[in-house]
């Protein structure tokens, strides 16, 4: 997901190519404002942190981008491309290492495991995905 502050600095298309050039196949796109119950069940895990208000009312300050990325490992790289989650730990070459310092501002979420994106993508896509026409391409997953 693209968090408010990447969608509204312009970072959309800079996000979209870095998974596209890795070789990860795009199944589910939408620019939405984000329902604060979206929100906190979204992130319940952390609801008992201090940051948790801030963060739902982050989440739903201005429209994200939700996402769903296909593809050979892409949870554990994905998270790698996307980086540690305070940007001043992140490496540069990351996406929050390239563009972000702020751990409230941090531009994108991952899901961090499998289980984890089966849940987010049921909270996020309750209408379904778009179907693939298989292609006969080995190098595209
Ligand atoms: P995300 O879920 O957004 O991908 O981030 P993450 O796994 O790297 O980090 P997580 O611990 O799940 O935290 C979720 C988001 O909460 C905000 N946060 N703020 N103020 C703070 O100390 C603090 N700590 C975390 C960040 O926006 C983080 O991405």
Redesign the pocket.
């Known amino acids: 997901?693209i968090?408010p502050d990447g969608v509204q600095r312009g970072l959309v298309g800079e996000v979209i190519k870095r998974f596209e050039q890795r070789g990860y196949t795009l199944k589910g796109l939408k620019l939405m404002n984000v329902e604060k119950s979206l929100a906190e069940k979204h992130?319940e895990?952390?609801s008992a942190?201090p940051?948790f208000p801030?963060?739902v009312d982050?989440i739903c300050s201005g429209p994200v981008v939700a996402m769903v990325w296909e593809g050979k490992g892409v949870v554990a790289t994905g998270?790698k491309m996307?980086g540690?989650?305070?940007p001043l730990a992140s490496e540069p070459g990351t996406i929050r290492g390239d563009f972000a310092i702020e751990?409230?501002?941090?531009v994108?979420?991952?899901?961090?495991s499998v289980e984890s994106a089966t849940r987010e993508i049921g909270l996020w896509f309750p209408e379904g995905l778009a179907q693939w026409t298989p292609v006969a391409k080995p190098w595209i997953y």
């Open positions: 997901m968090k992130y895990d952390l942190r940051f801030a963060l982050y998270r996307i540690a989650t305070n751990v409230g501002r941090n994108i979420h991952g899901s961090d």
